[in-house]
């Protein structure tokens, strides 16, 4: 079973940036995919970002420009740099992960991300 750990949410003030970090047991190349989705309270969960296995990358609308994923192979991290934060961008962030052959995707415990106007 693969175990995903979220880490770096904070207090930001608008149009900060604020920089999280998804720890992955095992090799993070050994997964197809890695993203970011993040849940604001009374809202659906919404995918953010994900990076493949070959290193392509996708966003949603709401986020291009602004937030950047990227992997970190000495440390074995995905992370999510995230500039020029709004206060929509407000939720709690998960970190997903598909390993090939599993039967389900595998989620960290989500931190909090709160921007201030």
């Known amino acids: 079973q693969v175990q995903l750990v979220e880490s770096g949410g904070g207090l930001v003030q608008a149009g900060g940036s604020l920089s999280l970090s998804c720890s992955a047991s095992g090799n993070i190349f050994s997964f197809n995919r890695m993203g970011w989705y993040r849940q604001a309270p009374g809202k659906q969960r919404e995918w953010v970002a994900t990076i493949t296995r070959s290193g392509s990358t996708n966003y949603a609308d709401s986020v291009k420009g602004r937030f950047t994923i990227s992997r970190d192979s000495a440390k074995n991290t995905v992370n999510l740099q995230m500039n020029s934060l709004k206060p929509g961008d407000t939720a709690v962030y998960y970190c997903?992960?598909?390993?090939?052959?599993?039967?389900?995707?595998?989620w960290g415990q989500g931190t909090q991300v709160t921007v201030a106007s």
């Open positions: 997903n992960a598909h390993l090939p052959g599993a039967l389900y995707d595998s």
